[in-house]
T-cell receptor, first 111, second 115 residues
């Protein structure tokens, strides 16, 4: 089946690292994505990882993929108040590219 | 700014009515996707078009339809509207449908309120 699960809320202090976790069920997923949504705004593509990779680093963002456990994580280093938003994990299905999204994790960054 | 535009930004209408949401993809993108975001259902894939042809269908109601025109813009038509159709409707676009051309860029969304 197609299902993506995320924890709903994470609170961190400014300057700390944030780790947002996600699990997915479809083993045929080719790409896995992280999107950020700020209040009243659309979804901003942060990063993505191909399913045959274990890790991808992009400036303050690190994506880890454990394909065996179908577990994806996003680590944000040196978290800033501007990182406060909802973060969505998504998997692409089949050869269409349609995305299945998790429920979103609200990241609260306290000064 | 993702380069994907959507109009209108807000739409308020009554039950039973019909509305059309419009999307212009990023320059060069051939694929357009429509998603619905609501509090109870989250973000749900509705339908995808690639270069004018329907490519994939998700949880799209029969009252909803879409098309992609030769200039690649897309329209989502919602008819016989119900209160439960109130949601944020997003359009996304990507270059193609395989490999890294899967990167989907989202528009700002159209907020539909059905009263």
């Amino acid at each position: 089946g197609e299902d993506v699960e995320q924890s709903l809320f994470l609170s961190v202090r400014e300057g700390d690292s944030s780790v947002i976790n996600c699990t997915y069920t479809d083993s045929s997923s080719t790409y896995l994505y992280w999107y950020k949504q700020e209040p009243g705004a659309g979804l901003q593509l942060l990063t993505y990882i191909f399913s045959n990779m274990d890790m991808k680093q992009d400036q303050r963002l690190t994506v880890l993929l454990n394909k065996k456990d179908k577990h994806l994580s996003l680590r944000i280093a040196d978290t800033q108040t501007g990182d406060s938003a909802i973060y969505f994990c998504a998997e692409s299905i089949g050869n269409t590219g349609k995305l299945i999204f998790g429920q979103g994790t609200t990241l609260q960054v306290k000064p | 700014d993702s380069g994907v535009t959507q109009t209108p930004k807000h739409l308020i209408t009554a039950t039973g009515q019909r509305v059309t949401l419009r999307c212009s993809p990023r320059s060069g993108d051939l694929s357009v996707y429509w998603y619905q975001q609501s509090l109870d259902q989250g973000l749900q894939f509705l339908i995808q078009y690639y270069n004018g042809e329907e490519r994939a269908k998700g949880n799209i109601l029969e009252r909803f339809s879409a098309q992609q025109f030769p200039d690649l813009h897309s329209e989502l038509n919602l008819s016989s509207l119900e209160l439960g159709d109130s949601a944020l409707y997003f359009c996304a676009s990507s270059v193609g449908v395989s490999g890294s051309s899967y990167e989907q860029y989202f528009g700002p969304g159209t907020r539909l309120t059905v009263t």
